[in-house]
């Protein structure tokens, strides 16, 4: 037990640390290339952010634990969403860049469409499925890179990141992204096995312990970038990562190791993932984007009543 609990704080030291220095890097490389922070949040960040989830889901899926796998990723989207972007919007609303969003958005809404079509409707999720999510991945990142070479940041305020060179950049985001997914991991084994022990189904500890734990990386990049004053590196995180959730993340698990909808929990009579889980993934990023696209800004109501969702889906996937 006490090598466990050593671990545990070993695994939280990482991951401040790691924090700490991928955002100095990430805001370094955007400032040295004049590019939007979101959109540097949307790519670069939220790759290394979702490090632990790709590792998580695709272990998952090379040993068959589809429960794993799936709850996983949309877990992830809905902790991100309603947990760690709610706090940030609580705590500091800011105005955002509508033109910067405005893609991003799109497409994580035409993904998770086509994600949710494969659940209704077919009920499971095939290689070619997995595949295609892939390759949307690859067109997500290469239609983003194009847009920040002809959108350059204009900000004046190129404040001096300590004056780093960019490979010393490159490094710092390098060396974080390494710290934050091995503290997450160390964080991730000891909710698991807690979770087991308590007789949880695999899905519900994809949904919520093993979702939190993978998206600490999240909530430590977000706590870092308001604390540093990069607001809209975190809201960029934030949504990037959830792309990813579904395009890398699940993408790469299902092909894999293609697997069905988990059914280990109904709601009268009916898979309460297709009543409970998916819809509430749909409904929080709504709820961050939708008047943040109308307003450009977020609002801290939007934070507050995410917060309450996330409390209520928590509580119903543990005791109801």
């Not at 989207?77 to 972007?85: D, G, Q, Y």
């Not at 079509?117 to 239609?143: D, K």
């Not at 409970?276 to 977020?298: H, S």
Request: aromatic fraction near 10%.
């Amino acid at each position: 037990m006490v090598v466990t609990v050593l671990l545990f704080l070993l695994g939280f030291v990482l991951l401040i640390k790691g924090g700490d220095w991928f955002v100095d890097g990430a805001t370094g490389i955007a400032h040295h290339f004049h590019l939007p922070e979101l959109l540097i949040g949307a790519t670069v960040v939220s790759i290394g952010t979702t490090l632990p989830e790709v590792m998580v889901s695709s272990q998952a899926a090379i040993i068959g634990n589809s429960g794993i796998s799936y709850g996983n990723a949309i877990g992830s989207i809905i902790c991100n969403t309603s947990l760690i972007a709610a706090l940030t919007i609580a705590i500091r609303p800011s105005a955002v860049d509508r033109t910067s969003l405005r893609f991003p958005s799109i497409f994580f809404f035409a993904v998770a469409a086509l994600y949710a079509v494969c659940a209704y409707l077919f009920g499971e999720f095939t290689r070619a499925m997995g595949i295609a999510l892939l390759v949307l991945f690859i067109f997500y990142m290469v239609t983003t890179v194009r847009m920040m070479k002809k959108n350059p940041s204009e900000s004046a305020e190129e404040e001096k990141v300590k004056e780093r060179t960019l490979p010393q950049n490159f490094l710092f985001l390098v060396v974080g992204a390494v710290c934050i997914a091995f503290g997450a991991n160390l964080l991730v084994n000891n909710g698991t096995l807690i979770a087991q022990a308590l007789g949880v189904p695999d899905s519900v500890i994809g949904l919520t312990m093993v979702a939190l734990g993978t998206s600490l990386p999240e909530l430590i990049t977000a706590i870092t970038s308001l604390i540093k004053g990069h607001s809209a590196l975190s809201l960029g995180n934030i949504l990037g990562a959830n792309i990813f959730n579904i395009v890398l993340v699940s993408g790469l698990a299902i092909t894999i190791s293609p697997f069905g909808v988990p059914a280990e929990k109904l709601i009268a009579g009916r898979n309460a993932s297709l009543v409970v889980d998916i819809p509430v993934m749909f409904a929080v990023m709504a709820i961050m984007l939708l008047p943040a696209l109308r307003d450009g800004r977020l609002k801290r109501w939007q934070g507050i009543l995410l917060l309450a969702i996330y409390i209520g889906f928590t509580c119903f996937q543990f005791f109801l």
